[in-house]
């Protein structure tokens, strides 16, 4: 089983992938039942890093050329 990561951590985790979302917006996708799949244990909440590269993958990315 792989390393756990909170939302703080999770939000570095992205960035390090060139990724950049504060952790509140990790908090407000799960109140509308967005984003990266996550585990909650009693209060707390964590991710794996599969389950975040899953999401990322799935992000459609647009510059201003494609619009």
Same mark, same amino acid.
């Given at each position: 089983?792989?390393?756990?990561?909170?939302?703080?951590?999770?939000?570095?985790?992205?960035? *390090?992938?060139?990724? %950049?979302?504060?952790?509140? #917006?990790? $908090?407000?996708? =799960?109140?509308?039942?967005? &984003?990266?799949?996550? *585990?909650?244990?009693? %209060?707390?909440?964590?991710? #794996?890093? $599969?389950?975040? =590269?899953?999401?990322?993958? &799935?992000?459609?990315?647009?510059?201003?050329? %494609?619009?």
């Amino acid at each position: 089983m792989g390393r756990k990561y909170n939302t703080k951590e999770a939000a570095e985790l992205m960035k *390090t992938w060139g990724i %950049s979302f504060a952790s509140g #917006t990790l $908090e407000v996708w =799960r109140c509308r039942k967005e &984003g990266p799949r996550y *585990t909650k244990i009693r %209060s707390r909440v964590f991710y #794996t890093e $599969e389950s975040l =590269r899953e999401f990322c993958r &799935g992000l459609e990315m647009k510059t201003a050329d %494609s619009i």
